[in-house]
Structure formats: C-alpha cells, structure tokens
T-cell receptor, first 115, second 112 residues
Framework: DTEVTQTPKHLVMGMTNKKSLKCEQH?????MYWYKQKAKKPPELMFV???????INESVPSRFSPECPNSSLLNLHLHALQPEDSALYLC??????????????FGPGTRLTVT | GQNIDQPTEMTATEGAIVQINCTYQ??????LFWYQQHAGEAPTFLSY????GLEEKGRFSSFLSRSKGYSYLLLKELQMKDSASYLC?????????????FGAGTRLAVHP
C-alpha cells in the first residue's frame, strides 16, 4: 500500500469557520508533511512532523494548526482563514532517518476555498 | 539562500525526446528529485540523484552535475499522457532528510 489519503477532497469555508483537514498513511512512514499549492505554482512546505513531533514550521500563520495524533494520521486545523488561503493543500509522507532515497509520497490534496 | 530555476513551459511532439533542465543554488545539497504532476492531481515521484551522473528508469532518465548545480530530466518516446508539469526539487541538508525545495515547475505539452 503506497497510498496517502486525504479528506475532504473539496472544502468551502467562511472566514469565521473552524474546519480540519485529515491525512492518513499506512506505509509505516515516520515523517509527514503539509504543503500549500496555489494554481500554477510549486508546492510550498508548511510543516514537517518527524516521529509525531513537529520538526519544521515554515513560519506559517497561527490560523493553521497542525496535529499528529499518531504515526499514521496528520491533521491541519483551520480557523479564521483569509481568502488568500484558498489553495490545494497536499499531505505527504516519507521514511525517516539517514540513508536511502526517502522520496515523499503525496496524497491527492484538499481543494480549499475560503469565502 | 535557495534558488531553483527551470523553464516555465515546453512543447514537444508525440514520439520525440524532450530534455527539461533545472539549475539550482542551495546552501546545503542533499539530493535532487524530479516529480510529475498532472493538473489537479498530486505530484508523483519520478527520479532521484545524489551523485553525479545519469540515472535511467524506463523512458525517463535524470542527470546531475553537483559542481555545476545542474540537472536534467530526459523523456523519451513521448506519449500524450506525458503532458504534465515536471517539478525539480532539491533536498536541503539543513532540513535533514525532510525538507524539499521545489522549483516552479515546467509545464510540458505533448502534441500529436
């Protein structure tokens, strides 16, 4: 199983709403990632979790709050978002540790629209 | 700082060969990846180079020259389904094995 799943596929939310994006993988990967991708732009790294601990936060605004409940799950909690936060949010996972390629496997993404 | 450059768009003919170039400047190089991304879909892993030279994988090959900060992705026997964006990504050593910096991507259009 080399699949990363994400729910929901599409999400429309108002600026006062609170919502969560979910990501799951069962490949035994211990590194998980959130990326934001705007149209015709590359993915931009937001957060990295390593062994369920936050290891990289790319100066993301606090209205985005990541959570890693266990080694298979990654959540992104959203609150008081702005219209410019509308984008495709991609989750990825990879093996952790030194040695090896450690390519990242991406989920299909959640298309988020903030109104 | 980090800088990754690749052409914005390329076109090619079905059955032909196309080479997509990528140049990079990074404070700590720890490997270079190529990903394919179809419109509206997730990126999928194509190839990885960490040592100089050519890596071949079926119709796809990738080359790396670390001294020149240069890589290319070579696609042979092009098919219509190869129309996609191709993303060059450098792994930043400062981020360990976890930090990928993506280039803006090259949108390839394959015509009959």
């Amino acid at each position: 199983d080399t699949e990363v799943t994400q729910t929901p596929k599409h999400l429309v939310m108002g600026m006062t709403n609170k919502k969560s994006l979910k990501c799951e993988q069962h490949m035994g990967h211990r590194a998980m990632y959130w990326y934001k991708q705007k149209a015709k732009k590359p993915p931009e790294l937001m957060f990295v979790y390593s062994y369920e601990k936050l290891s990289i936060n790319e100066s993301v605004p606090s209205r985005f709050s990541p959570e890693c409940p266990n080694s298979s799950l990654l959540n992104l909690h959203l609150h008081a978002l702005q219209p410019e936060d509308s984008a495709l949010y991609l989750c990825a996972s990879s093996q952790e540790g030194t040695g090896g390629i450690h390519e990242q496997y991406f989920g299909p993404g959640t298309r988020l629209t903030v109104t | 700082g980090q800088n990754i450059d690749q052409p914005t768009e390329m076109t090619a003919t079905e059955g032909a060969i196309v080479q997509i170039n990528c140049t990079y400047q990074t404070s700590g190089f720890n490997g270079l990846f190529w990903y394919q991304q179809h419109a509206g879909e997730a990126p999928t892993f194509l190839s990885y180079n960490v040592l100089d030279g050519l890596e071949e994988k079926g119709r796809f090959s990738s080359f790396l020259s670390r001294s020149k900060g240069y890589s290319y992705l070579l696609l042979k026997e092009l098919q219509m389904k190869d129309s996609a964006s191709y993303l060059c990504a450098v792994r930043d050593a400062a981020g360990g094995y976890n930090k990928l910096i993506f280039g803006a991507g090259t949108r390839l259009a394959v015509h009959p």
